[in-house]
């Protein structure tokens, strides 16, 4: 029961609150383009000489790469993990399903941060030393959750019984899987891997107990930065972060919609 | 075994062999340390004491600084939950009655804040707030100069609500899809205004989804890192900067660690009155 | 090809007994219909012969062979399923290759097999269409044709024709039972319709509460069921309790409960005293406005005179027939007549009889 003129003002109203929601990445972005040498609003004049400078700092770089592999392996590992869990939890019934299912949920449930410091303290009293396979574990931890879900969804939106339909034709598990179930499922795991790097690629709560100089993803180079100055310099990595998020966004968008992964419809 | 292990009931299993070993290794362990840690000793010089004791847990919950620290994180999360929902409830009405296309659009542009790096989000928040930002450059021009948020309370909070207020917006819309829309319209023709319709319909059965929203945002407000930390400064101390203190610059583990307990205890009541809200209004639902 | 049989077969779902001990033999081409309400184990019994179930007891044999303990990919089975489960990500003709790829045949002889295979379910020109194209009766035959191309020892039907319409049904079931013949297979199909099941199959088993009710010819357990569930089941049926008082050279006669005499055929082991329940198909009665003739209940051997009275409740037509409902003490009697018959008015009293040889009795 809302009227033409109410739902004209929540509309007015929504879009504000949008506005707002993507200020800051379109401030930053807007500053990235200054030609000052100093963050002021607006910025003044046009410039990519920021980006040109930002391409050229080899600690950046460094950062960049590392984060991109990190990510990539993060949503790899934590993607095929997932499918298998959630092959698991969908196709069988077996005693301990739900603990199991609420086990592999809990990442949710605990602060990114809080489960960093519990993997820097379990790593520590074992003596093993910190370098990108504890980032890359961290991040494949965080991940699973979604990975699961997401496979999840694909496996119950399937055409029923043509796993069983391909068994009766003679085909073994694996050839199911990988003729069948695979190509079925394949939204879902796309959406996944996107979905894990994006993560993995942003994560700074779980990275910054894990990281050391050696091996700090860009996202905690960001917040060291920051943390002593900043300039417009990091306004160019910020929006260069930004814009890669954003392209695999677009790319979940278009494999599934966006509201379907938070449960909405 | 081996015959179990070539038999279909071996299947599930062996999925979840790979990330059951990954979980228990690197997730289950790690906590059981954390939470062992917490009840050791620590020496500025010796380092962590292997002996048991409540110290970091006295010194948490019954020192003054610290139980203000405590106090404050209460406070910020609760106020953040708080204006999350005054400003998300609307939209969350809007989608109710928006067209798919405009709908879809919200949604994303709603969320696209949680796909963005919490550093870049944060940082453009610094911008916005802090010296020669948006916000002084605007009321500087209406006459009000010298008005630099950065670094204060109130700044933390925007920054906070920026990222979740989708949480409050998916579940209160949630809760307002489900009800009957014949109900909405049986107020009316009953002679109800239409904001009346609103405060004496529609709220009162959106109440779960409020409920379930603002308990996710409390939980997450209060265990998030750089928003406080980057937003807040250096002086404004909840219990994750104070962590982040303890554990990377003093190196007190033990007592970050009982900060981290303590944290998770928090966070773990948050959703537990999350899970009892959302049973409750489930059994509310099957009894109507 | 091959012949299938089950011996003693059991399945539980914990404490739910699925299927409680079924033995069956099925001949080798034979066209067998498992027919039976929901629940009543049809289903989990295909599935078993599937594969897709392990029997918690006894045996599956394919030609005298176990095959209880393989799994359905080694079984070499074809199955229909209700729900079809074409690949949508692949083509008619993919779908149907399926099987020969994984029974490694080389590829000139796969696409040979696919076109002839899809001449058989008349889809010759379809091979290139997408699956989710096609219509619910093209998907029929891209399931029948991919179950069909690899030559299976036993063809499983899982209510194949359930989610097409009427017509088609109707169009369906007499084409599948002209392939089935056509290509000889052995043939296992489950429904809960049973004039499926009667149009389709050389023999039909009864199924209820996990158990096989009755086993036969379609004319053997419409003529002569076993037990008023399956007369009840397979077509229709006026059960009506009484008393057998005395048995005379295969015909009884029996004291209804509201003390009428009638007398029906009987089983070599029915005995006076016994309770019974007499069975009358509605299309083997006929009303009259008139009481027949009643012979001496002394008489020997008793004869006519099954009449019961009644007021005619209504008449509907059903097209080649017309349904009678008559109002017989508390009871309603369902009868049967072609079209045209002369009757008396709706309201009137009237005699239900019927032919003693076309009673039945069962023990009650």
Redesign the interface.
């Given at each position: 029961?809302?009227?033409a003129a109410?739902?004209r003002c929540?509309?007015a109203?929504?879009a504000l609150?949008?506005l707002?929601?993507?200020?800051?990445?379109?401030?930053?972005v807007i500053?990235s383009f200054t030609a000052s040498d100093y963050?002021?609003?607006?910025p003044s004049g046009f410039s990519v000489k920021w980006y040109v400078e930002s391409l050229q700092r080899e600690e950046f770089l460094d950062s960049a790469l590392l984060s991109l592999w990190v990510a990539v392996i993060a949503s790899v590992v934590a993607t095929a993990?997932?499918t298998?869990?959630a092959?698991?939890l969908v196709?069988?019934r077996?005693p301990g399903r739900r603990v199991?299912q609420s086990?592999?949920m809990?990442?949710l449930?605990?602060?990114?941060?809080?489960?960093g410091?519990?993997?820097?303290?379990?790593l520590?009293?074992w003596g093993v030393a910190r370098d990108m396979t504890a980032v890359i574990?961290?991040h494949?931890?965080i991940a699973?959750p979604f990975a699961i879900r997401f496979v999840t969804v694909a496996l119950i939106g399937m055409?029923?019984?043509?796993e069983?339909?391909?068994?009766?034709?003679?085909?073994?598990?694996w050839?199911?899987f990988r003729?069948?179930t695979l190509?079925?499922i394949r939204p879902g795991v796309v959406a996944s891997l996107v979905f894990a790097f994006?993560l993995s690629?942003?994560d700074?709560?779980v990275s910054?107990?894990l990281a050391t100089p050696g091996t700090m993803t860009l996202?905690v180079r960001?917040?060291v930065y920051?943390?002593q100055n900043?300039d417009p310099l990091?306004?160019a990595v910020?929006a260069i972060?930004?814009m890669v998020?954003?392209l695999?966004?677009g790319a979940i968008?278009r494999t599934l919609?966006?509201?379907r992964l938070?449960?909405?419809r | 075994m081996r015959r179990f292990l070539t038999s279909r009931h071996a299947t599930p299993w062996l999925l979840l062999l790979p990330a059951s070993v990954l979980f228990a290794v690197f997730f289950v362990a790690p906590f059981i340390t954390l939470g062992i840690n917490s009840f050791y000793d620590y020496g500025r010089m010796t380092g962590i004491i292997h002996v048991f004791t409540w110290k970091n847990y006295e010194k948490l919950w019954l020192d003054e600084y610290y139980l203000s620290v405590i106090g404050a994180t209460f406070r910020l999360s609760s106020i953040t939950a708080l204006v999350t929902l005054v400003i998300g409830y609307p939209v969350a009405l809007y989608l109710t009655v928006a067209s798919p296309r405009a709908k879809s659009w919200v949604i994303a542009l709603i969320l696209s804040p949680l796909l963005v790096s919490v550093i870049v989000r944060t940082f453009g928040w610094a911008i916005i707030l802090g010296k020669n930002g948006l916000i002084e450059r605007v009321f500087t021009a209406i006459g009000i100069p010298g008005t630099d948020f950065l670094h204060t309370e109130a700044a933390v909070v925007v920054g906070l609500v920026n990222v979740l207020t989708p949480f409050v917006v998916l579940s209160v819309a949630t809760s307002l899809q489900s009800i009957d829309p014949a109900v909405p319209l049986a107020a009316a023709s009953l002679g109800a205004s239409p904001l009346r319709v609103l405060s004496r319909v529609i709220l009162p059965l959106s109440l779960p989804g409020i409920l379930a929203g603002m308990l996710i945002v409390f939980g997450l407000a209060s265990a998030t890192f750089v928003t406080p930390a980057v937003l807040g400064g250096a002086k404004f101390k909840v219990l994750s900067t104070l962590m982040y203190q303890q554990a990377v610059i003093l190196q007190n583990w033990p007592f970050a660690a009982a900060i981290a307990v303590t944290l998770t205890l928090i966070v773990l009541i948050g959703q537990g009155l999350q899970n009892m809200a959302a049973e409750r209004s489930r059994y509310g639902a099957s009894l109507r | 090809m091959a012949t299938v049989e089950l011996l003693d077969v059991r399945k539980s779902f914990g404490a739910m007994q699925a299927v409680a001990g079924v033995s069956l033999r099925i001949a080798e081409g034979e066209f067998v219909a498992l027919l039976g309400p929901s629940g009543c184990g049809k289903t989990t019994t295909l599935n078993l012969i599937a594969g897709f179930l392990e029997p918690t007891g006894g045996d599956i044999r394919f030609d005298g062979t176990s095959v209880a303990r393989l799994p359905p990919h080694r079984r070499n089975i074809g199955v229909v399923f209700q729900s079809y489960a074409l690949f949508p990500h692949m083509t008619v003709a993919q779908n149907v290759a399926f099987g020969l790829e994984m029974r490694k045949l080389p590829k000139p002889q796969v696409t040979e097999r696919v076109r002839r295979a899809l001449d058989i379910v008349h889809l010759g020109q379809m091979e290139d269409r997408n699956s989710r194209q096609l219509s619910g009766g093209q998907q029929q035959r891209v399931a029948l044709a991919r179950a069909l191309v690899i030559e299976p020892a036993v063809l499983l039907l899982d209510e194949p024709l359930s989610n097409l319409d009427a017509a088609l049904r109707e169009q369906m079931r007499f084409e599948i039972r002209e392939i089935q013949q056509r290509v000889g297979i052995t043939t296992v199909f489950v429904t809960h319709d049973q004039s499926e099941a009667m149009a389709a199959a050389d023999r039909l088993v009864v199924m209820d509460k996990g158990v096989i009710r009755q086993v036969g010819t379609a004319r053997e357990i419409y003529e002569t069921p076993v037990d008023p569930f399956v007369a009840g089941f397979i077509g229709q049926a006026n059960l009506i309790a009484g008393t057998i008082d005395r048995v005379t050279g295969g015909q009884a006669q029996v004291v209804l409960e509201d003390g009428t005499r009638v007398v029906a055929s009987c089983r070599p082991d029915a005995h006076a005293g016994q309770a019974v329940m007499l069975m009358v198909r509605p299309e083997d009665a006929s009303v009259s406005a008139v009481a027949p003739p009643v012979t001496a209940p002394s008489a020997t051997p008793p004869s006519g005179g099954n009449a019961l009275s009644g007021t005619l409740l209504r008449a509907s037509l059903l097209g080649a027939t017309i349904n009678l409902g008559v109002a017989v003490g508390e009871r309603s009697l369902s009868v049967s007549v072609p079209r045209g018959t002369a009757l008396p008015p709706v309201g009137s009293a009237v005699f239900v009889t019927w032919d003693p040889e076309r009673a039945l009795l069962f023990p009650a």
């Open positions: 029961m809302i009227t109410m739902r929540l509309g109203y929504a609150v949008c707002l929601a993507v200020l800051p990445v379109l401030i930053i500053e963050v002021v609003f607006p993990l997932g298998l869990v092959l698991a196709r069988f077996f199991l086990l592999f809990a990442p449930s605990v602060p990114g941060i809080i489960f410091l519990a993997l820097l303290q379990f520590a009293s574990v961290g494949v931890i699973l055409v029923a019984n043509v069983l339909a391909a068994q009766s034709l003679g085909a073994s598990p050839v199911v003729r069948v190509p079925l994006i690629f942003d700074v709560a910054l107990f996202p960001i917040y920051i943390d900043y990091i306004t910020s972060v930004v998020a954003f695999a966004l968008e919609g966006i509201g938070f449960g909405l | - | -």
